[in-house]
């Protein structure tokens, strides 16, 4: 006997692949709390990331983000923006020259934008996430 699915059972299919990710999109409001979080922990602004590797990123705002170099350097980057859609794309890619990641030199691209880097914070993450685990 072939199984023939009905309409409601097909709809709860489709809706159940996209149901990951809908729910890993943050909203406008999540994104502002995480940066104000961020924010607090992050230091002076440098001139660089080297041996940059891009580990991990997670938007902020429409022209902020964090970006793990590595999975112990994390960094609060600012692009020069807003860029279309940074918020909600799913893949970025951080120029950089010989692993150095430069303020005002490279940029975070994605679907076809280039958005230059204007601000480099490192970001005490440690402290950051033992704020999260009170």
Request: glycine share 4%; net charge negative.
């Amino acid at each position: 006997m072939r199984f023939k699915p009905n309409f409601p059972t097909l709809a709860f299919l489709v809706v159940s692949m996209f149901m990951p990710a809908i729910a890993q999109a943050d909203t406008p409001e999540t994104m502002a709390r995480n940066l104000e979080r961020f924010e607090r922990y992050a230091g002076p602004p440098v001139e660089e990331m080297r041996n940059f590797r891009l580990y991990r990123w997670r938007p902020l705002g429409d022209r902020e983000l964090a970006i793990w170099a590595n999975p112990g350097d994390v960094y609060l980057v600012r692009i020069d923006g807003p860029c279309d859609g940074f918020d909600f794309v799913n893949t970025i890619h951080v120029t950089s020259s010989h692993r150095v990641v430069s303020r005002d030199f490279d940029a975070v691209e994605f679907q076809n934008q280039h958005c230059p880097i204007v601000s480099i914070q490192p970001v005490d993450y440690k402290a950051l996430q033992r704020e999260s685990d009170d």
